[in-house]
């Protein structure tokens, strides 16, 4: 079985590996920080702003089964890359939209990924989604680790996650991992 590694900035880290550990052939969803200068930073840094990093995940998973291309649609359904350091109510450069690319084959997907949303119509305006090769990954610390699942009451899970969920499911239920 071989895995890749694939790494995405959508906002707040919490949403988005709630979004991706429902996968088939996602294996592992490690919520981090990358992108910066500071080293071994914690969440109280990042959230400064003062850092350079972004909140990511970092995915491993089995291209047999989902391809990077087929994630990258999942990362550009499921947020929105048209907001500069936004999503929702989340701004800072740490809830930039991105994607950090471990290899030359996935920066050429995710450019030619960007170019077919950017005029696909979807969006009013241009995508502002950075394609950015990985430097060092940073896991975040353990509290934020499967927050979603681990914290379904948490008023932010309410009324942020679980509707994102909602639809994310219900729209993308034939890759789906089996309850």
């Not at 709630?18 to 992108?35: N, R």
């Not at 241009?126 to 499967?146: G, K, L, S, W």
Request: proline content about 5%.
């Amino acid at each position: 079985m071989q895995i890749e590694t694939a790494t995405f900035g959508a906002g707040c880290f919490w949403c988005v590996e709630a979004v991706f550990q429902q996968l088939k052939g996602v294996k592992k969803v490690v919520s981090g920080y990358t992108g910066g200068s500071t080293a071994n930073p914690n969440y109280r840094e990042v959230c400064t702003g003062e850092t350079g990093h972004a909140e990511v995940i970092q995915i491993e998973y089995e291209p047999d089964v989902i391809s990077f291309k087929e994630l990258l649609d999942v990362f550009w359904h499921t947020h929105d890359p048209t907001t500069l350091n936004r999503q929702g109510n989340d701004t800072g450069t740490q809830y930039r939209s991105a994607i950090f690319y471990h290899s030359e084959s996935q920066k050429n997907i995710a450019e030619e990924s960007k170019t077919e949303m950017d005029n696909s119509g979807i969006w009013d305006d241009p995508i502002v989604t950075e394609i950015t090769a990985i430097d060092v990954f940073y896991p975040a610390e353990e509290y934020h680790q499967n927050y979603f699942q681990l914290n379904p009451s948490q008023p932010y899970c309410q009324f942020v996650i679980h509707p994102k969920m909602k639809k994310f499911t219900k729209d993308y239920k034939d890759k789906l991992k089996p309850e």
